[in-house]
């Protein structure tokens, strides 16, 4: 059995990516993402997402100012495990509710040590984009990934209420060099 790694999302993943992203949407995550056009259209889709023209997040408002990505997809031998993005820096909207670094895991593959491995296996990579501190942000209920960014050393900065237009985060910095 081969061991978890971090690749440019790939045609050969489509199959499990499509029903990880049904997972997410029972979440309510993902929801902007139609299975229709994946399934149709997933050789397209790869294809922009590692050139950037696409970012795997809900559209941009008008004022959002896009940064330079990175989406790289956790997988175990043909698997879809989770998705880990790296933005190569900051601007002000991301200073407070996004972050660098933003990692999922898929929920049928939770709680398997996962999110620690995507994290740790993510950490060099950050650091080669020139990235020698992470900022992390996480919404204060997700006891899980705070559990997680903590064990990988990160450490708390502070805590943002929730605005009309954004959620509560805290916020971690992650020593990446």
Avoid at 108 to 124: D, V
Wanted: glycine share 6%; hydrophobic share 40%.
């Amino acid at each position: 059995m081969s061991a978890s790694k971090l690749v440019k999302p790939s045609i050969e993943y489509k199959e499990s990516y499509i029903e990880a992203i049904k997972e997410f949407q029972i979440e309510e995550r993902y929801t902007f993402l139609k299975i229709e056009d994946l399934e149709k259209n997933f050789k397209q889709f790869i294809e922009d997402i590692n050139t950037g023209k696409r970012h795997l997040h809900k559209p941009y408002v008008d004022w959002v100012v896009s940064v330079p990505e990175t989406i790289l997809w956790l997988v175990k031998e043909d698997q879809y495990i989770g998705t880990f993005n790296i933005r190569h820096r900051l601007n002000w909207h991301l200073e407070k509710w996004g972050g660098h670094v933003n990692f999922m895991i898929r929920p049928s593959m939770r709680g398997k040590g996962f999110a620690k491995k995507i994290l740790n296996k993510g950490i060099p990579i950050v650091s080669h984009f020139g990235i020698d501190r992470a900022l992390i942000t996480i919404d204060p209920e997700n006891k899980d990934a705070i559990k997680v960014v903590e064990f990988c050393g990160a450490e708390f900065e502070d805590e943002l209420q929730a605005t009309n237009q954004f959620p509560a985060r805290k916020r971690y910095w992650l020593d990446c060099s």
